[in-house]
């Protein structure tokens, strides 16, 4: 007996028609994030033979930086602090998953469109990765292929979901046939998720791939390795034995280079080959300059111990580092190329698009600016800019302190702005003298009787000549200070403090070398460095 219209078939058909709309859009959409995976990861793997920053993932963070107001960039470094770049990456994820779910409901309704957008984010990806500084129109090579081969996955998904739509809308076949059509609907699914496992898969490995490729292939660190750096011709100034605060706690005197405070806007750390490395030198000079590696090498070297402070670090921050560095004058290479009448400041530039304006006649006076090549007796950490960066003593970094850098131009401070410039910043950036209470620290709880009080205070050029210590609203007393090293180092110092039980606030204020004393009013770091005395409460029990 054949029943007209067999109960499984109503039932597979009610169930089909309930998900037509839902079932269907939602494996779209995963197409859609599956495809937009295949897209990074091919050129992940392709972009292992380009500079790093030609792969799409970091050129759409890094123009996703530089177009982000800087109260949200001061929001995300307050929020996430030195995870903002992780935050960034799974911000910028969940962007691209939304978007690819769009265009997969897209390209499911209506192909056309859907490739339309598919190479509309090809376009965008492209022009974000030439818009990357030191890149060259190859470089856009890795994101055109990843966005074909994430066209032709989206494609090879869109198949079995097209069967899907197709089964309730063909009653036709469904009478001709319905165990086949049965058949067809469950076929059609597990194809397509066994495409969309399959293609997930395959990007995964490509994207892995072509991580391991890119590492083995520019191995950086190994150069670094293998680098013998030359010895001074002048040695940094012997270190006097009483630097270190006697207090224990207080930071370390000479910041080992992984405990150094990172501060960049670069998403992947530049690499930098040590013989591809060049360092122009032009603009309003009489005689160009080229430098190679191999010529900073051969080089008449100095070493100098300097303090580097971030221009963003608050009161109390840790934004502040003293390292010995191994570089060339870059008074010297200024020599060579004579900078030009009326010119008053060099715009350095790294291989990444950051610059910074540094005052020329800072980098010519005494004061041992330098192009570096060594930090603490090694070359320079990748991330502090191996192989070559700047360090000039007494300016904050965002105006001075250049890593990766591959270009000097001398021009005038009216014809040039430096990045964080542009970005509201000042064009200038002196160090303003700061004390810092280490120990002890914010909120501690400490027995009442003799406590130990000690910090660190910078005023590089100008040097500390005094810090003192004020406990609630009591007197201002001096602390001990330390031996300094010299005026462009910190100097940390010490203070007996005799505590008695209850909630105390202890504050210090330094003086530098000229008789100015910190000020206590108080700046954000925006737009030229924060200011005001650091205060810790403290809990004596
Ligand atoms: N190429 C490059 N150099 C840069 C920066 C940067 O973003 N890119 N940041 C500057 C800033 S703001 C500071 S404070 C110092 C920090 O140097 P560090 O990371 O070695 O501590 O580097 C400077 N040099
Ligand atoms: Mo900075």
């Not at 307050?78 to 690819?100: E, P, R, S, Y």
């Not at 083995?216 to 605060?245: F, K, M, T």
């Not at 205070?457 to 005094?466: L, P």
Request: charged share 20%; with cysteine; proline share 6%.
């Amino acid at each position: 007996m054949t029943n007209p219209c067999p109960r499984p078939l109503r039932t597979i058909h009610m169930t089909n028609l309930g998900t037509r709309a839902k079932g269907p859009t939602m494996m779209a959409a995963l197409a859609g994030v599956v495809s937009a995976a295949v897209v990074l990861a091919v050129a992940e793997l392709i972009g292992a033979f380009f500079t790093a920053r030609a792969t799409p993932v970091f050129a759409l963070g890094s123009t996703f930086i530089d177009f982000t107001p800087s109260w949200m960039k001061d929001f995300a470094i307050a929020t996430f602090g030195t995870n903002d770049k992780a935050a960034l990456f799974v911000g910028m994820g969940l962007t691209i998953a939304l978007l690819a779910c769009v265009l997969g409901v897209v390209a499911y309704r209506k192909w056309a469109l859907g490739v339309l957008g598919v190479l509309f984010m090809g376009v965008v990806i492209v022009a974000s990765v030439l818009t990357r500084a030191g890149v060259g129109p190859a470089d856009a090579i890795p994101s055109v292929v990843g966005t074909i081969a994430g066209l032709v996955a989206l494609r090879r998904l869109m198949v079995p979901l097209w069967g899907l739509k197709a089964w309730p809308e063909a009653p036709a076949d469904i009478a001709a046939d319905v165990e086949d059509q049965v058949g067809g609907i469950g076929t059609s699914r597990r194809r397509f998720f066994a495409a969309a496992g399959i293609t997930a898969v395959a990007a995964g490995i490509a994207a892995t791939g072509g991580r391991l490729l890119g590492a083995a292939r520019n191995n950086i660190a190994q150069a670094r390795e293998a680098l013998r750096l030359p010895a001074p011709a002048r040695a940094a100034a012997a270190v006097p034995s009483g630097v270190q605060s006697p207090v224990a706690g207080v930071t370390s005197w000479l910041t080992p280079n992984n405990e150094f405070y990172r501060i960049d806007t670069a998403l992947s750390v530049p690499e930098i080959n040590i013989d591809d490395w060049e360092l122009r030198v032009h603009g309003m000079v009489e005689q160009e300059v080229t430098l190679t590696f191999q010529d900073l090498l051969d080089a008449d070297l100095i070493e100098s111990h300097v303090t580097l402070t971030c221009v963003s670090n608050p009161v109390s921050g840790k934004l502040v580092g003293n390292a010995k560095w191994l570089g060339l004058p870059i008074r010297d290479v200024l020599a060579r190329a004579k900078p030009k009448e009326g010119a008053d400041m060099v715009l350095s530039r790294s291989i990444d698009g950051f610059s910074a304006s540094t005052p020329l006649e800072v980098l010519q006076d005494d004061r041992d600016a330098m192009l570096a090549i060594g930090m603490n007796d090694e070359p320079l950490p990748v991330e502090h800019g191996f192989p070559v960066r700047m360090v000039v003593p007494g300016l904050y970094g965002f105006v001075s302190a250049t890593k990766w850098v591959v270009d000097l131009e001398v021009t005038r401070f009216a014809d040039s702005k430096a990045y964080w410039t542009e970005r509201g910043w000042s064009e200038r950036g002196p160090i303003k003298t700061m004390a810092r209470v280490d120990v002890p620290a914010s909120f501690a709880k400490v027995p009442a009787g003799k406590v130990a009080v000690g910090g660190t205070a910078w005023a590089q050029t100008r040097g500390i000549t005094k810090v003192e210590v004020q406990i609630d609203d009591g007197d201002w007393v001096e602390a001990t200070l330390s031996d300094e090293a010299s005026v462009i180092t910190w100097r940390q110092w010490s203070y007996e403090w005799d505590a008695t039980p209850g909630i105390h606030y202890v504050k210090a204020r330094a003086t530098d070398g000229t008789g100015e004393t910190q000020t206590d009013k108080r700046a954000d770091p925006v737009p030229d460095g924060a200011s005001g005395w650091p205060s810790v409460m403290v809990t004596v029990e």
